[in-house]
């Protein structure tokens, strides 16, 4: 695709400063960026990158529109129009409807679904319009799939879980498989409790690739609308995930958590069991949950890198806190009974 910046305007906003007729093919890095590309700006501390950039124009915020002479867009949030910018030069891939070499269907599909090689589809699916289902993908039975989804090579759904609309599944995604459900009896020995409840996942949802989500052990799991699930991460049987929650990768959820809308987690945080967290939380990365979280906020817990040494030390006071803790006690009593002597 070619767009002129005119053209371009007119499909996502913005104000035009500039040659209109400039001519965009795709988007690249200030510092990668070539003739007939469209780089961004969203830090003016960065302005000095323009000068040597070889990009035909730039999008900025109207405050920075005076760093450059070249053509320019400028708009209140220049990553995001960047990101529509994207979208708009680099559509996905939909081959065409059909079934390739080695699939195997067991459900009546839309013209429209295009299945990869060796592709298998349960009984009982119901697979919406335009949808694209991977090489090698596995779909149990009783699986339903909004339309225009798409499923990467490799991607596995089991029996009766529920992909909204527009989803994107990429490679290694399970979703579906049993949680760790088990009891204990009288020898010791765990005794395996059937899991019988779904995943469902809402509309226009993005699951990375060898991410898991398993299905409830009575009830649902639950991925809201507009989830966006990074490479790597766990979610555990039961867990229900808010509207637009956005996890980075090795982030994991253990069983029943429940998460509010908006909530961005970093990588690698961990979530405890039966929690709750609220709406509009962002939780760092590394960061241990082990409560729950009620109000609006940006939450830390992770410690800092140090030397080996500085950290055997440091944890051999964290050793005595509650020691010393008590002594502090003693001494503000023994300080409150001198005071009322004096």
């Given amino acids: 695709m070619e767009l002129s910046l005119d053209e371009l305007v007119g499909r996502l906003g913005g104000e035009l400063v500039g040659d209109p007729t400039v001519r965009i093919r795709q988007i690249a890095s200030i510092e990668a960026a070539t003739e007939g590309e469209l780089a961004f700006l969203s830090n003016p501390k960065l302005g000095v990158a323009l000068a040597s950039s070889r990009a035909s124009a730039f999008i900025l915020t109207p405050k920075a529109a005076g760093l450059t002479d070249r053509p320019r867009i400028l708009t209140a949030d220049p990553y995001l129009y960047f990101a529509r910018a994207a979208q708009l030069f680099n559509p996905p891939k939909r081959p065409a409807g059909g079934l390739q070499a080695g699939a195997v269907v067991a459900s009546d599909l839309p013209r429209s679904v295009s299945v990869g090689a060796n592709a298998v589809i349960g009984r009982d699916c119901l697979i919406g319009e335009n949808c694209v289902i991977g090489a090698g993908c596995v779909i149990g039975d009783g699986v339903v799939i909004g339309e225009d989804s798409l499923l990467h090579a490799g991607v596995k759904i089991y029996d009766r879980c529920v992909i909204g609309a527009r989803a994107i599944l990429h490679s290694g995604a399970v979703i579906g498989a049993d949680g760790l459900g088990f009891a204990r009896d009288a020898e010791r020995h765990w005794v395996k409790i059937p899991q019988i409840g779904r995943v469902v996942l809402g509309d226009d949802v993005e699951i990375g690739a060898n991410t898991t989500i398993d299905r409830g052990a009575l009830d649902d799991t639950i991925i809201g609308n507009g989830v966006k699930l990074d490479n790597l991460i766990h979610v555990a049987h039961n867990c229900q995930v808010g509207d637009d ?58 410690i800092p890198i140090q030397t080996h040494a500085d950290w055997v030390r440091n944890f051999a006071h964290l050793r005595r806190l509650d020691a010393m803790a008590e002594r502090v006690r003693e001494l503000e009593k023994k300080l409150a009974e001198l005071e009322k002597k004096s």
Wanted: no cysteine; aromatic share 4%; hydrophobic share 45%.
């Fill in 245 to 302: 929650t956005i996890m980075a990768a090795m982030a994991g959820l253990a069983g029943s958590t429940k998460v509010g809308k908006r909530v961005m987690v970093g990588g690698k945080a961990g979530f405890s069991g039966h929690l709750e967290v609220a709406d509009d939380i962002v939780v760092s990365a590394d960061t241990n949950v082990t409560k729950s979280i009620d109000k609006a906020g940006v939450y830390t817990s992770m």
